[in-house]
């Protein structure tokens, strides 16, 4: 059932995609007025299609399912001899370099449009996230080094409003891909606003592969360790815990909250822990031993302890809403820097700054795809932005066969007055098929090494 979920949720992402994309070429096209001979979804052999229009445009799918095309009236694919006038004129070769231009970009202009409006409307639906309390941070991180205390409320990043949780994270994130170092304001219980520097240093070693804030220190704050329901047959009861106890200390450690307690036990399969806490105000010790089960989540069976005991681990969540315009104009600015921040990395990548295996294929699409589909429609929403996000600047790099390479050739076009001769676009198509293929089987191998 989850396979055939992922199933669905990547083709209905990967299809929205491609129409909205080709939409772009389309509608441009039209209004350009070049005539369109085919829209496709799918490339390869057309398996059903449909003709309508004044054009008689043919509607497509086709065999394989990873893109789609706009197949115009062209004569450097179609014999034009015999065609009227009026469709000669129509035809997109003859058309000046600005309509060109405009109907290439139209694909990309797309998508990003699509990303500004799914997050513009989810901004204005509101989005639920942990706010951005901090949870103690441990001794030898930045954060701890830099005064950073458990209970802090990060307000501001560099002097931007943070509202939420994944706001702060991006804003970090952003610090490691510039290495550059992050002022924060933090309001502190009965202290008020000060403000905290996360050096430079601290950025220019971390890896975009792993959790950003969790390697400077900085955490989510979670509720203390209160024990909620008690099973009868479990652990927990046989040691003497109670509802509404409060754990504090676990063999003479600080427990900082609900999530500390359960790594402890989880820690401890059949040994002993001396278990300190509160009892209706009341100081109380106790000796627990957590049983051994076996854990088979994440793949191999591993042996923990388990004591069949409620504990929250659910952080503070607040709902982050905009008014229309804000919504808007927050959606321009997310898009924007994401897009800045893909075009980064991959300069990072050409560059040997960022590792090669940060680039995914459809298998990782597909996985993340299946994943946000199952935590709520939101999570499946903001993923197609970003992924839209992610096909626009993809497609506007300059590499032939890319709408970024036909850009490019129009772009000299008008520099130089005159369009790039057959032998040189074709040797420029050969090279950006290679190069496409190429970074297909890395994608691919990516993908497959991270399930392995």
């Not at 409003?161 to 804003?171: C, Q």
Request: charged share 20%; aromatic share 6%.
């Amino acid at each position: 059932m989850s396979f055939l979920q992922t199933l669905l949720a990547f083709a209905v992402a990967l299809g929205t995609l491609i129409v909205i994309h080709e939409l772009g070429h389309y509608l441009v096209a039209r209004w350009c007025g070049v005539k369109v001979l085919r829209f496709s979804v799918g490339m390869g052999q057309v398996v059903w299609s449909r003709r309508f229009g004044p054009d008689q445009t043919e509607w497509a799918v086709s065999a394989l399912p990873l893109g789609g095309y706009v197949k115009m009236l062209d004569g450097r694919e179609q014999d034009l001899h015999g065609l009227p006038e009026s469709d000669l004129k129509r035809e997109f070769t003859r058309q000046n370099v600005w309509k060109r231009i405009a109907i290439v970009a139209a694909g990309p202009l797309a998508n990003f449009l699509l990303a500004i409006l799914l997050f513009a409307g989810l901004y204005m639906h509101g989005v639920d996230e942990p706010s951005t309390l901090l949870a103690p941070p441990a001794a030898d991180t930045v954060a701890a080094t830099v005064g950073i205390q458990g209970g802090d409320q990060v307000v501001a990043i560099n002097g931007q409003p943070v509202r939420g949780w994944s706001e702060l994270r991006w804003a970090l994130i952003q610090s490691v891909v510039d290495k550059q170092g992050a002022r924060l304001d933090i309001e502190r219980q009965g202290e008020g606003r000060r403000q905290l520097d996360l050096p430079a240093s601290a950025f220019s070693s971390l890896s975009l592969e792993g959790d950003v804030p969790t390697a400077l220190g900085i955490a989510v704050a979670r509720p203390p360790a209160l024990v909620g329901r008690v099973m009868a047959e479990g652990a927990g009861a046989r040691a003497g815990l109670r509802s509404g106890d409060l754990i504090q200390r676990v063999d003479g450690v600080a427990v900082a909250d609900g999530l500390a307690f359960i790594d402890a036990v989880r820690k401890a399969p059949g040994r002993s822990l001396h278990i300190e806490g509160r009892r209706a105000g009341q100081l109380f010790a106790l000796e627990l031993t957590p049983d051994a089960e076996t854990d088979a989540k994440g793949g191999q069976p591993v042996t923990v302890g388990k004591i069949k005991v409620e504990v929250p681990m659910a952080p503070d969540m607040i709902t982050v809403t905009s008014a229309p315009a804000q919504a808007l104009e927050k959606a321009v600015r997310k898009v924007w820097e994401t897009s800045v921040l893909t075009v980064k990395m991959i300069g990072k990548m050409i560059t040997g700054e960022a590792s090669w295996r940060n680039v995914t294929g459809p298998i990782t699409i597909a996985d993340y795809a299946g994943q946000t589909s199952r935590i709520g429609a939101v999570s499946y929403l903001q993923f197609i932005a970003f992924i839209s996000i992610s096909l626009g600047v993809m497609n506007l790099l300059p590499i032939p066969v890319l709408d970024g390479g036909h850009l490019l050739y129009y772009s000299l076009e008008v520099l130089t007055g005159r369009p790039v001769s057959e032998r040189f676009a074709d040797l420029a198509q050969r090279l950006g098929v290679g190069l496409l293929v190429a970074l297909m089987v890395l994608a691919v191998f990516n993908d497959l090494a991270r399930l392995l």
